[in-house]
């Protein structure tokens, strides 16, 4: 089973509906029974780094999202998802995230003609092979929208890269852990076929 967190900010059907187009039911859920129970689990997310880390501490979910990556079940980011792995966001002030990952989430700083947020499809630049990107041809098109991006302090976690106009972080992946910056969901045929990886990447499997 498929969990999906719900902290109260993503858009939590869409990620749903897509599971469901690849053949696999997912549960929206902020119960940490059912995050500890499932086989696999999704942290989606749609708004401002420290509202997010202050719902999802209200709901008592930060050591439930700690222990199932911890416990090597297979674990996914989405956007705002992605960002709260890492150590620190300056969206609105400095604020404290996972710190699963070793790393900060930064403000695009862009010339003039470049406007923030980053909104629309962009190509990908696939920087090593991981199992989410099965498939995927460097190059494909994805969905984004969002106005801060990491900054890993370990390049190696680097799945793959967009330009906007300089490359930046699209895509992580360590051992069991899998984040985009970008929406698969929204991602039509090459996004669905991300999210079928991952649905069907085995529990066991690991860098």
Not at 80 to 85: I, P
Not at 92 to 115: C, I, N, S
Not at 193 to 204: D, G, Q, V, W
């Amino acid at each position: 089973m498929i969990a999906i967190i719900d902290y109260g900010m993503g858009n939590l059907r869409s990620v749903q509906k897509g599971f469901e187009k690849v053949g696999h039911a997912a549960t929206i859920t902020s119960d940490p029974a059912v995050i500890a129970d499932a086989g696999r689990v999704v942290l989606p997310g749609v708004g401002a780094f420290g509202d997010a880390m202050g719902e999802l501490r209200r709901r008592k979910l930060i050591e439930p999202v700690r222990r199932a990556i911890d416990s090597g079940k297979p674990f996914l980011g989405i956007c705002l998802g992605l960002q709260l792995l890492f150590e620190v966001g300056y969206e609105g002030g400095r604020h404290e995230g996972l710190g699963v990952l070793p790393g900060e989430v930064v403000r695009f700083d862009l010339p003039a003609e470049y406007k923030v947020p980053h909104m629309g499809w962009n190509q990908l630049t696939l920087r090593r092979p991981a199992p989410l990107l099965e498939g995927v041809a460097s190059g494909a098109h994805v969905y984004f929208v969002h106005s801060y991006y990491v900054v890993p302090r370990d390049p190696q976690v680097i799945a793959a890269e967009t330009s906007y106009p300089a490359p930046f972080t699209a895509m992580i992946w360590h051992e069991n852990l899998f984040a985009t910056q970008f929406h698969p969901e929204k991602s039509q045929a090459d996004g669905l076929k991300m999210l079928r990886n991952f649905a069907e990447y085995p529990a066991t499997a690991s860098q």
